[in-house]
């Protein structure tokens, strides 16, 4: 095997993850990303060279900056390290030993995927800007058909003038206005019954992102995945939240829920449930627990007792990543 190849996408991958460290700290702080030149985010010392290489830098430097002594935040080796992998395993998957355009795109969705990430983790937003890259890119890699695993074309006729496009265009513009209406649908009912913002406005701007770039499938696969990682990530603290704040109602109902539907699952698995009645018993039980739940759960964002929004834009993504590596 020619690992060369890999190793270089690597190497590329760490150096483009340290530009997508400047994308989000000058994103967010409005300065431009090509001047000024690279400094010291405490003492505004500027940075040589040897300061500057990806991941090396930061161990020889010990996490220190090398003229006032700051520490330096690990999202910068971690960006880059994050990057590098990401781009050795797209290369490794998609162009092994050739260079096609289908890579570069993906490497520029990916790259897109990562500022989204530490831009919401970091300050729980998504600048509107990274996301219509990433639809303006998607929707131009399915109108040219670029990743070539769909070349069904269909052709219409509009005034005489016969139109061929290929189908994985028309997947791409449902993928964003499903993938956007979904969330956006949500955010609004959410909103209108409870009156508080319950979701950000970004969430729906990167799944319409990613649905064009993916496709109308593909969004539906990423909202299901970000649904069950954000869930097994934010239930485990809104439970202890909710213990501390004694809501013992949502502790309680929330907890029932889950084993109900773990011993509901489990039990069909086991075959215990051979019953009709009992597995009709269970759903009425899961049912009425999640009305119960949901209530609650309404009754609390309501009184404003927070919930507090750990941020789901990260979750979407990593739908995505899995799409992008296992599908
Ligand atoms: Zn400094």
């Excluded at 890999?6 to 483009?16: M, N, P, R, T």
């Excluded at 797209?90 to 530490?118: D, E, G, P, Q």
């Excluded at 698995?269 to 759960?297: E, K, M, P, T």
Aim: with cysteine; net charge positive.
């Amino acid at each position: 095997m020619d690992w060369f190849w890999v190793l270089y996408a690597l190497i590329i991958g760490l150096c483009v993850g340290s530009f997508l460290n400047v994308v989000v700290l000058r994103g967010l702080s409005g300065e431009s990303i090509v001047l000024p030149p690279s400094h010291c985010t405490s003492c505004n010392h500027k940075l040589a060279w040897y300061d500057n290489i990806p991941l090396f830098s930061y161990l020889v430097l010990r996490g220190k900056c090398r003229y006032c002594g700051e520490k330096i935040s690990p999202q910068y080796p971690l960006v880059e390290f994050a990057t590098g992998i990401i781009f050795a395993l797209l290369y490794y998957k998609y162009s092994y030993a050739t260079i096609n355009l289908n890579i570069f795109f993906l490497l520029a969705a990916a790259s897109l995927c990562i500022v989204m990430t530490v831009t919401d983790i970091k300050e729980k937003v998504i600048l509107d800007v990274h996301a219509y890259i990433l639809m303006g890119l998607g929707l131009v890699y399915n109108m040219f058909n670029i990743a070539g695993i769909n070349n069904t074309k269909l052709i219409f006729w509009l005034y005489g003038h016969k139109i061929i496009i290929y189908q994985a265009f028309i997947y791409s513009i449902l993928g964003l206005i499903g993938g956007f209406g979904v969330l956006a649908a949500i955010r609004a009912i959410t909103k209108f019954i409870t009156k508080k913002e319950c979701f950000g406005e970004g969430d729906a701007y990167i799944l319409g992102a990613l649905g064009a770039f993916f496709g109308i499938a593909n969004a539906i696969v990423i909202l299901i995945l970000s649904i069950f990682v954000w869930g097994g990530l934010s239930i485990p603290v809104f439970m202890y939240k909710w213990f501390k704040n004694k809501e013992f109602k949502l502790f309680y109902g929330v907890l029932l829920f889950i084993i109900t539907v773990i011993l509901f699952l489990t039990g069909e698995y086991l075959n215990v449930f051979d019953s009709l009645i009992f597995q009709w018993f269970s759903l009425l039980l899961i049912a009425s627990l999640g009305f119960y739940c949901c209530r609650h759960l309404l009754g609390s964002i309501k009184n404003g007792s927070a919930l507090t929004v750990i941020p789901y834009g990260p979750a979407l993504i990593f739908g995505a990543f899995v799409v992008m590596f296992l599908l």
